[in-house]
């Protein structure tokens, strides 16, 4: 069972920039495609962005496009969620996830490992 953990999260005021960390233990990170999901107070689950095996392949949320990026380090078993002009509405518990297969998907059934979560707050 691989261990997800989530790191970067904090409080940042409207516009800011964070960048998330997730590092996954053993040695198949690089066999699986990674995801990032959020999930606000009262809200449901939301797909953020994921990306393949080999990072060639990435996909965002419409509404994030452009200021949300996502990317991996196959060398450091780490996936990475850079998040720019950051807003009120991006205020969640991020979650990085582990999907079942190389490619990349974007339905939360489509992974198979999660990690606890790290909180993303933003100020307005």
């Known amino acids: 069972q691989v261990q997800l953990v989530e790191s970067g999260g904090g409080l940042v005021q409207a516009g800011g920039s964070l960048r998330l960390s997730c590092a996954a233990s053993?040695?198949?990170?690089?066999?699986?495609?990674m995801g990032w999901f959020r999930q606000a107070p009262g809200k449901e689950r939301e797909f953020v962005a994921s990306?393949?095996?080999?990072?060639?392949?990435?996909y965002v949320q419409d509404s994030m496009k452009g200021r949300f990026t996502i990317s991996r380090d196959n060398a450091k078993n780490t996936v990475y969620l850079q998040m720019n002009s950051l807003k009120p509405e991006d205020t969640a518990l991020y979650y990085c996830?582990?999907?079942?297969?190389?490619?990349?998907?974007?339905?939360?059934?489509?992974?198979?490992?999660w990690g606890q979560g790290t909180q993303v707050t933003v100020s307005s």
């Open positions: 990306i393949n095996w080999n990072g060639r392949i990435t």
């Open positions: 053993g040695r198949t990170f690089s066999s699986y495609a």
């Open positions: 996830a582990r999907g079942r297969t190389s490619w990349a998907p974007k339905a939360s059934t489509d992974f198979d490992s």
